[in-house]
């Protein structure tokens, strides 16, 4: 427990549980400025203070690593201290709840100060996955091992990095051809320097895919013109048939 010394109703000193030890004539005030010199007391200073909120924010102004000692019930500005907390260390993001008012803003501040944050990101949780996900991928494009192929904006992910970093299709989950064919086809084709960062039995499979299309393609064109010509070929004998 902390211990208190009073002289006419002003602390002389805190005794804090850890040994801290601190002198202050400064009444309402001293736990603001004790948390100042030292943020991480926030842990002994006690929740029911009418301005806990404001200490709270101080002290992860001076000390970081108070975040971790604040829950969101306890003060009435947790999304503005989480806030600023993922600007100075974004993989703080692992322990703010998704519930969290205005999460999203918070989440993108996080990747902005540290890609790794990304890992902490859920698609269902945010409203702006999209925008994350390419402003993180265009940072670091392995990051695309750790978003689901079966992510509905996936293809577009890739084929919007790949225009500036071919190097992401080294990356890609090609497990399932027919998920990313949309996003891998357009590049080889425009262009050819990607094809470097495909694996070669990858590459070999697409171009297959592409020809196998192509022939698919023509055939089904080349009986379609068959049916027709036997067809016409029929009403031709069968008109023949009735002038006899």
Known sequence: EIEYKYNNENVIYIAYPNGTLFHTNKGSNVFLNIIKQDGLLLQFIPKQISNYSEIAFEAVKQNIEAFKYIKP????N?????LYAVTKDGTLLDIISPYTKDYSKIAFEAVKQNTLAFHYINPNNVDNYFEIALYALKKDCYL???ISPNYPKYNLLVLN?????PEIL???????LNINREAIFPILSENNQAKAYIPHNVSQKASFKIKYINYTTVKKLRNNILK???????VHNDNKGKKK
Do not use: Q
Not at 170 to 176: A, Q, S
């Open 228 to 234: 027709l010509h036997h067809k016409n070929f029929s």
């Open 170 to 176: 080294t990356h890609i989950n090609y497990n399932n």
């Open 161 to 165: 990095v790949a225009k500036s970093n």
């Open 73 to 76: 019930e306890d003060v009435d």
């Open 78 to 82: 947790y999304s503005e201290i989480a």
């Open 144 to 146: 695309i091992t750790h």
